[in-house]
């Protein structure tokens, strides 16, 4: 993949989506707001897509990006599972979506009916679990979202996680239509299209609160889900 500035913005917002979180883990040294659930979607989603690490060289920069994906969502889990006082801050009856059930599963078998499609029966493991990880990285972030809607006032440092977490996956989509452009070779994806645009809608509605609050210079409050749709509504009359 070639770079570019609207690349290399989405990979900065990431990498600093997983400097905030880890700084709120350390700091306030308690996990609550927070989804263990999205993180080991999100570990899944690298682990599965980055296993070229061991069969192709790209870049060092290629390598050690993939590389910190995997290692610093692997110690967030592990900080809010098991160290002390982080792991007895975190709240499992807020965070009960069931993630293997709803969207781990759903994911394997929509990616291997794709993969069929696409290829036929001549396709490697590599690249199945690839299409997989696209699938699953665009629905990551629910349980995350759904923690946030229960708890309903987001902590500072842990709104500004979710929104660099978006920001780097719209950015991702301007590098994309900027490499269709640009690039006469480029090889389209409409897989990973549809799924960045569902990745990145998912947070519409965060990102909407997160700025208004910004802009108001108050506590970032969601709505409950009553309010959001007498909102709605409200707002289709006008």
């Known amino acids: 993949m070639s770079m570019n500035i609207f690349r290399l913005c989405g990979d900065m917002s990431h990498v600093f989506s997983i400097i905030v979180l880890l700084l709120r883990l350390r700091v306030a040294r308690n996990a609550q707001g927070i989804s263990v659930r999205t993180h080991e979607l999100f570990l899944l989603v690298f682990i599965t897509r980055y ?4 069969t192709t060289f790209y870049s060092l920069y290629n390598s050690v990006m993939k590389v910190l994906y995997i290692g ?3 110690s967030i889990i592990y900080m809010i599972k098991y160290q002390e006082p982080i792991c007895s801050s975190y709240d499992k009856a807020q965070d009960t979506f069931l993630h293997w059930k709803f969207a781990v599963a759903p ?3 929509i990616s291997v009916i794709t ?3 696409g290829n036929g029966v001549k396709f490697s493991v590599l ?3 690839w299409t997989f990880s696209i699938y699953l990285e665009a629905i990551a972030i629910l349980p995350q979202l759904i923690v946030l809607q229960r708890y309903r006032e987001v902590e500072n440092l842990t709104g500004n996680y979710i929104f660099f ?3 780097y996956r719209a950015f991702y989509i301007l590098n994309w239509v900027y490499r269709a452009y640009n690039e006469p070779y480029y090889h389209h994806h409409y897989v990973v299209y549809f799924c960045g ?3 990145t809608l998912l947070y519409a509605d965060f990102f909407y609160y997160y700025l208004t609050s910004k802009a108001k210079g108050g506590k970032f409050t969601l709505p409950t889900a009553r309010q959001h ?3 709605m509504n409200v707002g289709m009359l006008w």
């Open 51 to 54: 296993l070229d690490l061991f």
């Open 72 to 74: 610093t969502t692997a």
């Open 107 to 109: 994911c394997a078998i």
């Open 115 to 117: 993969t069929l499609l």
């Open 127 to 129: 690249e199945l679990l």
């Open 165 to 167: 977490m978006g920001a």
């Open 197 to 199: 645009v569902l990745q």
């Open 229 to 231: 749709c007498v909102g």
